[in-house]
């Protein structure tokens, strides 16, 4: 294990357990385990079958977004994907992000940080639908203006949770917008004259120090551009653009559906189809911070927090959570790692830097 990896796993195990204990401090295991054991489990059977359906939608986007780059076909798009969620599941600083362009480029000659921005790419779509689907939901539902919500040793009121919203949409507009700079081809240009430039910084220096710099740093840095604007040759494609727009809708509302599903066997959740997805993208905005391996701590943190802003008891919505949580993510390890085994890709080598 690398040190880079190292740090993340200590960093993110903190936080996560920090999370775990600020979202289950005031919840009695018996009233929990009493609360598992009144679950209809028969609707995990749906929401799971909801659930592996939006990779099959997932892995139909990641191939309309690579096209441009190279046709690959469904199972060739499949395999990588769902090993790249898995690796997500179970090793530190969500490795499964590199895994799937380091698997592209094994497997299809598909250069590193091209595979990194079609990823990205994939990222973009994500963020923004979200950020667009909070904005949308949370203006039109009615949240308690006496609500108060005892978390995490905070006590927010709704002015609190407003302007939690606002500045959440605000940095997502922020991230959006810095990413959206790299699809232009101007932008690239200019950064790409910066790189070439940057020899000049050390102009104290000689000349075979400034070689070296332009050599060892710059023009590989370039080299990377290059190949990373590569994989953002999608938005030259206005229909590949919808179709991967239609299925980032697709992919989200099935997700939705899944946690409504799971639900209806729940005892004391009785939120609407509406009100679940909000509580889905809260979870999704907890779990963007550094965690272990699996998300645990910040997923049952967000759950938790998002339903007791819809009055639902923190037992309730900790048992909610602690299931969906579990039914969410076995089956995609289970996938993943019938997916690496196909492969023959040895997820130790994950744990090494990889060669860009």
């Known amino acids: 294990m690398n040190r880079n990896t190292t740090i993340s796993l ?46 099959l939608i997932r892995t139909l986007r990641w191939q309309a977004i690579v096209e441009p780059v190279r046709k690959i076909s469904f199972m060739q798009a499949f395999h990588p994907l769902m090993t790249g969620f898995m690796l997500n599941c179970i090793l530190p600083g969500r ?90 081809g101007k932008t690239r240009k200019f950064i ?21 710099i332009e050599d060892k740093v710059s023009i590989p840095a370039l080299r990377i551009l290059e190949n990373f604007s590569i994989g953002f040759s999608l938005i030259r494609r206005p229909k590949s653009i919808l179709i991967s727009v239609f299925y980032t809708v697709v992919i989200w509302a099935l997700t939705a559906l899944s946690y409504y599903l799971l ?15 909000a509580v889905m993208i809260i979870v999704c905005f907890f779990i963007a911070l550094p965690s272990a391996p ?28 602690l299931t969906n949580h579990v039914i969410q993510m076995l089956p995609v390890i289970i996938t993943g790692l019938v997916s690496a085994m196909i492969t023959g890709v040895n997820i130790g080598y994950f744990n090494k830097p990889i060669d860009k």
């Open 10 to 55: 200590l960093l993110g195990t903190a936080i996560s357990v920090a999370a775990l204990y600020f979202a289950f401090r005031n919840i009695p295991l018996d009233d929990l385990l009493i609360y598992l054991s009144s679950i209809n489990y028969f609707w995990i059977i749906p929401s799971v079958a909801v659930s592996l359906s939006t990779f």
């Open 95 to 184: 490795i499964g992000e590199a895994a799937r362009p380091a698997i592209l480029m094994k497997n299809e000659n598909i250069s590193f940080s091209t595979g990194v921005a079609t990823v990205a790419v994939e990222r973009i779509f994500d963020v923004i639908f979200l950020f667009i689907l909070f904005t949308t939901i949370m203006a039109g539902i009615k949240i308690d203006p006496d609500l108060v919500v005892d978390f995490g040793g905070y006590r927010l009121n709704n002015t609190d949770l407003i302007n939690a919203g606002k500045n959440i949409a605000g940095t997502g507009t922020i991230l959006v917008t810095g990413s959206f700079l790299l699809f232009f």
């Open 294 to 321: 699996g998300y645990w701590g910040l997923w049952e943190a967000g759950g938790i927090f998002a339903m007791s802003l819809f009055g639902v008891s923190a037992k309730d919505a900790a048992g909610y959570t």
């Open 263 to 277: 639900a209806l066997g729940c005892p004391g959740i009785n939120l609407s189809f509406t009100e679940l997805t």
């Open 192 to 212: 790409g004259f910066i790189l070439m430039k940057l020899h000049l910084v050390f102009f104290f220096a000689g000349s075979s120090f400034k070689k070296k």
